[in-house]
C-alpha cells in the first residue's frame, strides 16, 4: 500500500466507511473504488498545507468534502504536521464560516461522517455560489 493511500485510510476516512469501501472493492465495482481511493489518496497527499492558500478568499480551492445531514466540510489546506490531526477549509451548516477542522473529532465520532467519493476540487467561491 502507498503512503498516500495509508495516510488517506488512518487520517481521512472513518472507520465506518472505510470498511464499506473496502468490502465494495472486493465487488462487481471494485475496479471504480479501488481507482477512486487511489484518485482521493493523490489529492490529499498534493493539497496545499496550512497558510498556502491564505488571503485567496473566495478563490482559494477546496480539495475534499465531508457530509452528514446538513453539514458540510470543505477542507482546503492539510495540517503541516504528518499526522493529520486537523485542516482549514469551510464549514456550510445554519451558519458558515471558515476555520480549523478537527479531523480526530469529525471522523471519530459516532455521528457517520463521509468523504464525498464524487467531489471534484472547487473554489470556495463556486461552492458558496450553490447556496
Known sequence: ???????LEENFMNEKQLSVIKSLSRGEEGEFF???MKEIAE???????????????DDAVAYIHYFYGE?????????????QYQAF???KSR???LGYICL???LGSNVPVEIDLY?????LGEIKAQG
Do not use: C, H
Open 1 to 7: 500500500m502507498s503512503n498516500a493511500l495509508k495516510n
Open 34 to 36: 479501488k481507482k477512486r
Open 43 to 57: 489529492t490529499i497527499e498534493n493539497m496545499p498545507k496550512t497558510y498556502e492558500q491564505d488571503g485567496m478568499g
Open 71 to 83: 453539514y458540510d466540510w470543505y477542507i482546503t489546506e492539510k495540517d503541516m504536521e504528518d499526522e
Open 89 to 91: 477549509g469551510y464549514v
Open 95 to 97: 451558519s458558515s464560516e
Open 104 to 106: 480526530v473529532e469529525i
Open 119 to 123: 467531489f471534484e476540487p472547487k473554489t
